[in-house]
């Protein structure tokens, strides 16, 4: 049996995950289960796959936890400390799916165990990609992506020749903006902004796509991932989300990753990697989807695009910058505090104020994240609508 930890267990990407992990019980033995503070949703999912330990980030959480698992034999904590502790559990595979840089920290302790890790949230690679490529280089971890278009890559490329490949194509959907004018998105409300038009997900991914802020980090992780130059990656918009990416070689063929728009195909590919495994899903019909479109996105509408480039390209600690001012930016859309054209231009701001050296450790990355933040804030301040 493969042993697992879930970090983030009760997000989309964690219910995603539990849902093939419980579709093949025998096959699976379950240690942690991590939650910010989603009590009954994190108790109900120890139960059913019969965890070792559960664990809550938010201590005051705790109470409620032990309450909802009493009588069960399943080991509970709380507290950030407890679910570094619990992804140090040394499992075989972890599921690292924690929103923000809280993720950091885990999924540092897990990867110190030397096992497989696999990246669902972007701040590991993007705001922290020296420093967590370095630490799985010392203990021989294995990355391996969930996002939907770098596991597509991952299929696709040729590790063993990589000076056979000529460029990586990530496919960005373009969102629910994809062609809206610039005038039309400063009036878009967050309910628009919301409803992505191919995939289910949370309300700040969901933003991020509309901004293609999104791609712009995927930009970023591809960087670190694949040993490509920068100016190999290239970004398309694809509308249908059938194709998540491609990998085309000095020979001019091109290898692409077609699949449904639901995570549990990537989650199954690292789940079972090097092997697959079943899924849910019903296979694709290529003839009911007809056709397959691609545009060339517009950096001019969609300046995230741009200033990703261009974090990628400086380097240092201008990733970890750019990934924390869009945090802040988007919280403060979500609350309605600032228009949506607003979020690139506070990212932008946030970079031209602040030029740290670069980060040679992960106190240093989250000593950059937190500076970027209060800058981004207070620019939030200045442009309350």
């Known amino acids: 049996m493969k042993t697992v930890t879930i970090l983030g267990a009760t997000g989309s990407i964690g219910s995603s995950t539990l849902d093939l992990i419980e579709r093949e019980p025998e096959k699976f033995d379950v240690l942690a289960l991590t939650a910010n503070c989603d009590v009954a949703k994190l108790a109900a999912a120890a139960i059913r796959t019969n965890a070792k330990r559960a664990v809550v980030a938010d ?59 696999v990246l669902a949230n972007k701040e590991p690679l993007v705001s922290a990609g020296d420093v967590i490529l370095a630490a799985a280089a010392r203990t021989g971890a294995t990355l391996l992506p969930a996002d939907s278009e770098h596991n597509a890559i991952f299929q696709c490329f040729d590790f063993d020749r990589p000076h056979g490949v000529r460029r990586i194509i990530l496919t960005a959907s373009g969102g629910p903006f994809r062609t809206k004018t610039r005038e039309e998105m400063r009036s878009m409300t967050v309910a628009q902004a919301v409803a992505h038009p191919n995939w289910s997900m949370g309300a700040k991914i969901s933003v991020d796509s509309a901004t293609l802020m999104n791609k712009g980090l995927e ?89 990703s480039r261009e974090a990628l390209n400086a380097g240092g600690g201008r990733p970890a910058i750019l990934n924390a001012a869009n945090e802040i930016a988007v919280a403060a859309f979500l609350d309605g505090r600032i228009g949506f054209l607003e979020i690139a231009a506070i990212v932008a701001d946030t970079l031209d104020r602040y030029g740290p050296a670069p980060p040679a450790t992960l106190d240093a990355v989250l000593a950059i994240d937190a500076e970027a933040r209060r800058l981004a804030s207070e620019r939030v301040k200045d442009c309350v609508v």
């Open 219 to 307: 930009l970023i992780e591809a960087a670190r991932l694949f040993p490509v130059e920068n100016d190999q990656i290239e970004i398309i918009c694809h509308p249908q989300s059938i194709i998540h990416s491609m990998v085309e070689y000095v020979d001019g063929s091109i290898l692409a990753q077609l699949g449904p728009s639901d995570m549990r195909v990537p989650i199954a590919h690292c789940l079972a990697w090097p092997e697959r495994m079943a899924t849910p899903m019903a296979p694709l019909d290529l003839v009911a989807i007809g056709r397959l479109d691609f545009e060339q996105p517009d950096a001019d509408r969609f300046p995230a695009l741009r200033l």
């Open 59 to 117: 201590e005051g959480c705790h109470a409620d936890l032990k309450s909802a698992l009493a009588g069960t034999g399943i080991e509970t904590a709380a507290g950030p400390e407890a679910v570094c502790e619990a992804a140090a559990m040394g499992a075989d595979w972890t599921m690292a799916a924690i929103v923000g840089c809280a993720g950091l920290k885990p999924v540092m302790a897990a990867i110190a165990q030397g096992g497989t890790v």
